[in-house]
């Protein structure tokens, strides 16, 4: 599969790696084309670079991962968005202030969605670390992943990567669940920034 991922920060670093070492081609997209085509050059075959329209337009899915309050600009430089899947990884956090940015009416999620109308968003890997995307491994026990949607094709597809990055996909429901799920982001950003946990730590969901 073609897969585009929007951001060069350590998340669209560790998503491309994962994805490319798992078969998909990438491209890899930034505001400045020329440092994602460099970043690019140092990933490996599979991997290309470019602007933030290229990558979201390279195929028919990309990946969402820049700071929430940059999402308006760049899905406004992106072109037209129907009919795309669209992965958000973004988090409306202060941490200093411990609270999300926007809510309890509405989520980051949501707030995507109405800015890629005709798109299909699903919120997923915004509650794992990017060091946990890059290394998985924490022997018996596999990572969950929480991901939320509209649509279930999209979804499937979604979970389909996310096993690929060797997580544990777990079916959140409708967009609106990002409510929950950003506010889980919080607590791990307390836990591992503020209260010193570090970043090689994840959620796991049991059910017995």
């Known amino acids: ?25 990438v491209m890899l997209g930034s505001r400045d084309r020329d440092r994602a085509t ?44 129907e009919g795309k899947v669209i992965i958000d990884v973004t988090n409306p956090i202060d941490p200093e202030a411990l ?20 798109a299909n968003v699903v919120k997923a890997f915004n509650t794992v670390h990017a060091e946990v995307v890059e290394n998985p491994d924490f022997g018996d026990d596999m990572p969950t992943c929480f991901y939320c949607g509209e649509d ?23 967009i609106r669940a990002s409510r929950y799920l950003e506010a889980m982001a919080g607590l791990i950003v307390q836990l591992s920034v503020n209260m010193g946990w570090g970043v090689h730590n994840a959620f796991f969901f049991a059910e017995r």
């Open 152 to 174: 279930e094709e999209a979804k499937e597809t979604v979970a389909e990567l996310i096993e690929e990055c060797g997580l544990e996909p777990i079916d959140c429901g409708p």
């Open 38 to 81: 460099k970043m690019a050059g140092e990933m490996g075959a599979g991997v290309c670079g470019g602007s933030n329209e290229e990558a979201a337009q390279f195929s028919r899915l990309f990946i969402l991962a820049v700071p929430f309050d940059a999402c308006e600009e760049v899905l406004s430089s992106c072109g037209s968005l």
């Open 1 to 25: 599969m073609k897969i585009g991922i929007i951001g060069t920060g350590n998340m669209g670093q560790a998503l491309t790696a994962a994805l490319s070492d798992a078969g998909h081609e």
């Open 99 to 118: 609270r999300l940015t926007v809510g309890p009416e509405t989520s980051g999620g949501e707030e995507v969605a109405k800015l890629a109308p005709g």
